[in-house]
RNA sequence: UGGGGCGUGGCCAAGUGGUUAAGGCACCGGGUUUUGAUCCCGGCAUCGGAGGUUCGAAUCCUCCCGCCCCAGCCA
């Protein structure tokens, strides 16, 4: 596509060299969410990046489940990640993984540490463990129970797991060192009991893998080379060798931080989307407005945009803020190529064409696209009585050609597709409000220029007013009027777009728009790029979403 | 404050001692246009600060300043 070399990225460098000097036959990467919750954009950067790198090294990605606490996590959102996931056009190795597959084989890890004298079983309840672990600034002091024999702690653990023990009153954990400045190192917990059926596993475990000892030995499993993951894992990382080096793993992989995706006048964090959701602020998960894949594919964004836009993104080790502006960009650059033409009258004005055989209908060919020839061209019928919108028309004559591209009475405006008309009078109501302009149209204009001496001030769409579709529009805007809805003091809930949704009734639109189908993409001519709405929309009502307006 | 990470134009960034300091977004001019769209042309920074090393520093050293992450039996 490009002929610009793009820089590589500080973890393509990595791969390159580990792949020259032959510390990896082959890349294999993995994307491993908790299925607690809808993907969003960030999620989007981490899978392009992931599954990319695959495809550049000829390696193979996983799509792996990290579903290690049953509390929060659902077969609901596993589906809404695998049909995601396939949306953004990647396809993982084999069948998707669960931690939750390994369960087993964590356990006899964890029997393994014990064994060592690397884990023992914990009883302090959390307070205190909180208080042992010291501070930021204070080391931690060692659990009494941490020089407990071996086969008492493997005794324990085994009624942990066979759910004889309390919730709370155990844990086992890792012996590292309390002293660490590393908080991480001080004695991790890795089997917390949690009574609690499993998504898929049941009610056979009673005991749980924590993040910290389950990632690692997950990637180790799957053969994974490069497990890549946010900055905020960077803590973790001489956890997660610790344990790769003191357990006999299949492999040996490692980790690299990057700078997760920050948007502004949005939130991407899985609470906070669930918040939104769960107090009904919108219409569910994939509610257009959402940073959600399903959100962003429900509001028309294209697979492809959400793609150009994540390579767009440096994979570095800053966490800056991204301009909503750049993603914008992507999504119309996408668009203007692939969304069919069509034109739809938001506000309509109605205009009868004096001069014009009244009765007589004819059918317009325009284009379906301004430059590609290979999409279909569409009929639009034209007669005596059309609608424009009421922006395109003034009543102030006044205003210069330049300033004002639209019609005025006296004057002369092409009609996209069609003839060139003129604006003679305008009709008013009881209440002095306008209804209706009566004008006239230029015969022989249509795909033919005018004759000398009448200029048109410019081209405006519009609509046959006796033969169209009727239809609502669903107008977006922000979900937030801050740039940073989580800074300052108070929620992100107060920072809420009130004006996020616009509906806008019975707009008319061309005929052949009551065709449209879902996940189709059209451009209202001068004004936005729109999508038919699976949801809202009906056989009797059309419902279209505004993917995002023209600059 | 202990540990880890990061600071290049309004935003995202490339840059790994010698280049006129890439590119994209945004913005501002101008041209084309049957979408005030697209497209095309042009404009737009001395690199957090201060010292130092060097013939030469955004790139190396020192000190300072600022921001982010870690004190869940979350991930």
Redesign the pocket.
């Known amino acids: 596509m490009t002929d610009?070399e793009k820089?590589?990225?500080?973890i393509q460098?990595v791969i390159s060299a580990d792949l020259d000097a032959g510390r990896v036959d082959s890349v294999v990467t993995r994307f491993p969410p908790?299925p607690n919750g809808y993907l969003h954009i960030g999620h989007a950067k981490s899978i392009c990046l992931n599954f990319g790198l695959a495809q550049q090294f000829g390696g193979v990605c996983n799509l792996r489940f990290?579903d290690?606490?049953p509390e929060?996590e659902d077969d609901e959102y596993v589906q809404a990640i695998i049909e995601d996931v396939r949306w953004l056009g990647f396809d993982w190795a084999g069948e998707p993984k669960f931690a939750s597959d390994y369960f087993a084989q964590l356990y006899s890890w964890a029997q393994h540490l014990i064994r060592e004298g690397k884990a023992y079983i914990c009883e302090?309840?959390?307070e205190q463990?909180?208080e042992y672990?010291g501070?930021?600034?204070e080391v931690g002091k060692n659990s009494p129970y941490r020089e407990r024999l071996v086969e008492e702690s493997l005794e324990l653990l085994e009624q942990m797991k066979i759910g004889a023990v309390d919730?709370?009153?155990?844990?086992l954990r890792a012996k590292i060192d309390m002293q660490s400045?590393?908080?991480?190192m001080r004695d991790?917990?890795m089997y917390?009991?949690k009574k609690m059926a499993h998504h898929r596993t049941g009610d056979t475990w009673n005991i749980?893998p924590?993040?910290?000892f389950a990632h690692g030995q997950e990637d180790a499993i799957e053969g994974v080379t490069h497990s890549v993951c946010t900055?905020?894992?960077?803590?973790?990382r001489p956890l997660y060798e610790w344990f790769t080096n003191n357990l006999p793993l299949p492999s040996t992989p490692h980790q690299y931080e990057f700078?997760r995706l920050n948007l502004n006048y949005t939130v991407t964090s899985k609470r906070k989307l669930k918040q939104l959701v769960d107090e009904n602020h919108v219409d569910g998960w994939d509610d257009p407005r959402m940073p959600t894949i399903s959100g962003l594919r429900r509001r028309g964004v294209t697979s492809a945009a959400v793609r150009e836009f994540c390579d767009?993104?440096?994979v570095?080790?800053?966490?800056?803020?991204?301009?909503l502006?750049?993603f914008?960009?992507f999504i119309?650059?996408d668009l203007?190529e692939t969304a069919r033409?069509a034109m739809c009258v938001l506000n309509p004005l109605k205009i009868t064409l004096s001069n014009y055989e009244e009765g007589k209908e004819e059918l317009l060919s325009a284009a379906g696209?301004?430059n590609r020839d290979d999409l279909p061209a569409r009929q639009l019928p034209f007669g005596r009585e059309i609608y424009i919108d009421h922006s395109d028309f003034s009543e102030d004559t006044s205003l210069s050609r330049?300033?004002?591209?639209?019609l005025v009475i006296g004057d002369y405006v092409?009609l996209?597709?069609?003839s060139v008309i003129r604006a003679d009078q305008v009709i008013r109501d009881s209440h002095d409000q306008i209804i209706e302009i009566v004008g006239s149209y230029v015969p022989d204009?249509?795909?033919?220029n005018p004759p000398e001496g009448i200029r048109p001030r410019?081209?405006?769409h519009w609509v046959s007013a006796t033969n169209s579709v009727d239809c609502d529009l669903y107008l977006y805007e922000n979900l937030f009027t801050e740039a940073a809805p989580d800074a300052g003091e108070g929620s992100f809930i107060d920072h809420l777009n009130p004006q996020s949704l616009k509906i806008v009734k019975n707009c008319k639109a061309e005929l052949g728009l009551g065709d449209a189908v879902v996940g189709q993409q059209y451009?209202f001519?001068?004004e936005g790029y729109y999508c038919l709405d699976g949801k809202h929309s009906s056989a009797e009502k059309l419902v279209f979403n505004r993917t995002i307006n023209?600059?």
């Open positions: 610009i820089p590589t990225n500080f460098q908790e990290d290690t606490n929060k302090l309840n959390a463990m909180r672990r501070t930021l600034t919730e709370g009153t155990m844990t400045p590393n908080i991480n991790p917990v917390r009991i749980y924590s993040y910290d900055l905020e894992f960077a803590a973790n700078g767009s993104l440096a570095a080790k800053t966490d800056g803020i991204v301009d502006a750049q914008e960009h119309r650059d203007n033409r696209h301004p330049k300033k004002f591209k639209r092409r996209r597709g069609a204009t249509v795909g033919e410019g081209v405006i451009q001519e001068r023209l600059r």
